[in-house]
């Protein structure tokens, strides 16, 4: 069988081989006819076989629809690749530009990975696929026009492509791979008719100011994390789920509304999205995930609608300046969840309430709670509510607990008892405000004689010095007489 090997440098040679060569015993004999028996950076080889494979630098044998031979013409820091299929691993120091011809249909995973001096990218109508990592740390590509014929964009793609500026994804491409422009910290603007975003798609794209995402239908794991300029984004009533930090720490965004497509909110979807004043919750969630909007300080308003019946842990931890919050049909409350929050003036527990974990409400300085009377009566769910300005039971429930001898309030029978607990609460306020009432007058009273014994008593040492003076002129008199 025989074998084409293609040098970088524009040397060539070939090997006859027998078909059941495996390949580590091909890459041994390869490595014979190389300089220091290696494969190098500036050392590497195209190899294509007559059955369809290629033996990349990584010494593996790998299916890229490659024919028994390539053609590689290099001139004035060009490489025009002319074979029929797939794009062989192509690197070098001094390549500035490629131009792919019209009959290609895949580049291959890794073709051009870490050409860090490649500016220019021109693919015709007929690439499919563009593979994995194959324009990873290419850090002087500026732009790239993806055609409308190309529907797979694999893994890594354009990670940490520095200089790109704008991209426009065409339609044809169904989804957007793991970190395929991770790092891409010119990127200003994206266009995007995927369906789908994965995970760390965009995260640390720090120029990335808007992003038009029309059709899309999820968001993955940490999509458009750290992108620091996203100051907007409209996310499509397509959308179904948020995945987990999808937004976290995009630090100018402004305001968020998510569309009633939305079931879901993952954890830490809105963390530290320190410019964000406002949000309004789609009424198909029913859980706001852990840490949701953990550290937005600027939050001042968000609604959430009545579908939504948990509210995770730390969801809205140290919103400084978040005033109000309705939660009308919330069930549990996770720990820390509205903790910090000292803007917090009012929350209205509802009835619906089963759950309150330890510390929700910690540090809400301006916080007035309240809270139904079967909780204040601690017959079906603790609330510790370390921090909170006051507590107070709602008036609806706690009329509807006084009227009735087993009312709704308390539904283990305790109507009465859930009033009795009320009115001891009451009681206890009463007498404390009455004993801090007593206890200035007290005060009051202590010092009232204290500074009439001052008075007495500097009255006294004024008589006391009036008669030493006396005392002193008889003696001095006395003294004269005798002279």
Not at 168 to 182: D, K, W, Y
Request: charged letters at 25%; aromatic letters at 4%.
């Amino acid at each position: 069988m025989k074998v084409s090997c293609v040098q970088i440098n524009g040397d060539s040679f070939h090997l006859e081989v027998e078909p059941q060569t495996t390949g580590s015993e091909l890459e041994q004999q390869i490595k014979a006819r190389l300089w220091g028996n290696a494969f190098t950076r500036k050392n590497k080889v195209i190899v294509c076989l007559e059955g369809g494979a290629v033996l990349q630098n990584d010494a593996t044998l790998e299916s890229a629809g490659c024919p028994s031979e390539v053609q590689l013409v290099i001139s004035s820091n060009t490489v025009t690749c002319s074979n029929r299929a797939g794009l062989a691993h192509i690197d070098a120091e001094t390549l500035v530009s490629v131009r792919i011809e019209d009959d290609k249909t895949d580049i291959c995973p890794s073709a051009f990975e870490s050409c860090r001096v490649l500016a220019e990218v021109i693919m015709p109508d007929s690439i499919r696929s563009i593979g994995e990592y194959a324009f990873c740390d290419c850090s002087s590509l500026e732009s790239i026009t993806i055609p409308n014929s190309v529907e797979h964009i694999g893994e890594r793609a354009f990670r940490n492509c520095s200089r790109l500026r704008d991209v426009t994804i065409p339609s044809s491409v169904q989804s957007i791979g793991f970190r395929t422009f991770e790092g891409c910290s010119s990127l200003a603007s994206v266009t995007i008719a995927a369906k789908s975003i994965g995970n760390y798609a965009f995260s640390g794209c720090s120029s990335l100011k808007g992003v038009n995402i029309p059709l899309l239908d999820s968001i993955g794991t940490y999509a458009f994390e750290d992108c620091k300029s996203l100051e907007h984004v409209t996310i499509p009533d397509s959308v179904k789920t948020i995945g987990e930090g999808a937004f976290d720490r995009c630090s100018l965004l402004k305001q968020v509304i998510i569309p009633d497509s939305v079931e879901s909110i993952g954890n830490f979807a809105f963390r530290s999205c320190l410019s964000l004043d406002s949000a309004i919750i789609s009424k198909s969630v029913s859980k706001i995930g852990d840490g949701a909007f953990d550290s937005c300080s600027f939050l001042k308003t968000v609604s959430i609608p009545a579908s939504v019946t948990h509210i995770g842990p730390a969801a809205f931890l140290n919103c400084k300046l978040l005033k109000s919050v309705a939660i009308p049909a919330v069930e549990s409350i996770g720990n820390f969840a509205f903790s910090g929050c000292r803007s917090l003036e009012t929350v209205v527990i509802p009835e619906s309430v089963t759950h309150i974990g330890p510390s929700a409400f910690k540090s809400c300085t301006s916080l007035t709670l309240v809270v139904p009377a079967s909780i204040l009566a601690g017959e079906r769910v603790k609330i510790d509510t370390c921090g909170c300005k006051r507590i107070r039971a709602d008036e609806s429930i706690k009329a509807a607990a006084e009227s009735s001898p087993a009312g709704p309030a308390s539904p283990a029978g305790g109507g009465a008892t859930a009033a009795k607990v009320l009115r001891a609460k009451e009681e206890e306020e009463e007498e404390e405000d009455v004993k801090q009432a007593e206890c200035g007058k007290s005060e009051a009273k202590d010092q009232k004689p204290k500074e009439m014994n001052e008075e007495k008593e500097d009255q006294q040492d004024k008589e006391s010095e009036a008669k030493e003076e006396k005392e002193a002129e008889k003696i001095d008199s006395g003294k004269q007489w005798l002279l």
